[in-house]
């Protein structure tokens, strides 16, 4: 579960180019759901991702993640509980490394790096099968660098290892921004499919209303740093198209 | 083979070491560390006030590359807590090194005549040049087994990704602070074990011997990257391997120059020139191709 309560973030305090972030979010996200964010540009829907992920530190409040208090927390600690998806599919993945080298990182997300070598028989065949799921012949190819991928399959690869380790919280920021139609759409069934079949808890970033529509199961809309819409399951379930892009009249 | 051409080996596989260090600064970890200057001369200077202090050198060996290791750890911090450029960092520490390196030897030479230096631990052959050869070889080998180890452990895929892509990394876990910090103090080690190995080749440790040893291990990396690059090689062991070999490259071409006749004070331009040359050739060789 993740708990805010009372986020503000400002950024140039005191300055005359002040920004308000978020400006005093309470917001409970409990374990299992899939909440997708929308928001226009400078709504503070990334920095409120960030300051869950602890990439910022917020100005004011307080963060539980799973009744703990993470607010002091840097990123790295973080990842006990946090996997992401960066909007830029270069960002989530090691390019030089290769695709097993990755998937070893991922697998310890939570744990020590130690000075043993981890990779053995049984790890590959745990990373082939996992990756056979995706259904892009991957699998063979698990000695590549990953950097000769293309942008989709690395952001499918980058949601994949998000489950190697025991962490349960994912955090996608626009993770389909920089991909085509066709790979977006493996993307998002993919998430769809962790959350539901893993209950891994899901937050989405996304800017296209149709995602938005289809997919989660709870919607919240972002303005000026404050939450202007929080719609549940069963409200959501009942929203046409027409009515969230009405919302951006 | 001419004495030329097997000093030149000797040499290449004494700053072998050195080479390494400057592989996992600059290929691992993507950092410009020039403590190298510093601490190469660190680990000769350490070696000498020891050696001649009688000290058994297989004591000095852990000792000198403590001395490189805490080096790199103070260009670490530099760089990692107070958020300065890499390069001014090293440029610090190298420069204060300058100082401690002299206080440490008590005077610019100090010269290691009738000491029983690691080089003669072994005598398996007749000829002490062999003998010097095999030891050499016998340290490096050890070094390749254990470096190629350490990076295809866990916590080497974690320095590689450090290097690669830090904003995964951090998103993996891994301090990218604490693991920058370790990855100096092992290469400015490494560095420390060639001064170690370069002081008693050569039979003194001299102040000044570090200026511009960076560009050496720098060149050996240059050679090394071109060559992986050439051959598409990924393999961690064989990119170490690459590194001897560009260290080896180095040192012969030094060689030739002499055995041309070159004169000696022209040795740090010809250094610098094959360098350049290095690092052009890639890019005006793609520029010809695009212009054909």
Partial sequence: ?249 | MSQFYLTALQLSICLGPMALGIFITMKIFNIPDITTDGSYTLGAVVTAVLLSNHWPVLAVLPLCMIAGSVAGICTALIHTKLRIDALLAGILVMTGLYSVNLIILGRSNVPLINIHSIFNTLSIFNNDIYNQLFVALLIIIVLIFLLRYLLLTDFGIGMRATGNNPIMTKSMGINNDFIKIIGLAIANALTALSGFLVAQYQSFADINMGIGIVITGLGSVLIADALRIWMNVSNIGLQILFVLAGSLIFQLVLAFSLAMGIDPNFLKLVTALFVLFIVALPRVSSQLKRAS
Avoid: C
Avoid at chain 1, 62 to 78: A, H, M
Avoid at chain 1, 140 to 148: A, F, L, R, T
């Fill in chain 1, 1 to 249: 579960m993740i708990s805010l309560q009372k986020i503000s973030k400002f950024f140039n305090k005191g300055k005359t180019n002040e920004v308000t972030a978020l400006n005093n979010i309470s917001l409970q996200i409990n374990e299992g759901e899939f909440v997708v964010v929308i928001g226009a540009n400078g709504s503070g829907k990334t920095t409120l991702l960030n300051i869950i992920a602890g990439v910022e530190m917020p100005s004011l409040g307080k963060i539980e993640i799973n009744g703990n208090d993470v607010t002091p927390l840097p990123e790295y600690k973080r990842s006990r509980w946090v996997a992401r998806v960066f909007q830029n599919p270069n960002n989530g993945t090691a390019p030089d490394l290769t695709i097993l080298d990755n998937f070893r990182l991922a697998a310890l997300r939570t744990q020590r790096k130690n000075m043993t070598i981890g990779i053995n028989a049984a790890f590959k065949k745990k990373v082939q099968e996992k990756i056979s799921e995706l259904g892009m012949g991957l699998e063979n190819k698990i000695n590549q660098p990953m950097g000769n991928l293309s942008g989709g399959q690395r952001q499918a690869l980058t949601l994949l290892m998000s489950v190697m380790d025991d962490t349960n919280i994912l955090l996608l920021d626009e993770p389909t921004a920089a991909l085509d139609p066709k790979s977006a759409l493996v993307v998002l069934k993919l998430a769809d499919k962790l959350n539901k079949d893993l209950g891994m808890t899901t937050i989405l970033i996304t800017h296209n209303i149709k995602d938005a529509h289809q997919y989660g199961n709870r919607l919240i809309q972002l303005n000026e740093g404050k939450i202007l819409r929080d719609i549940n399951a069963e409200m959501k379930s009942r929203l046409s198209l027409p009515d969230i892009f009405e919302w951006f009249g």
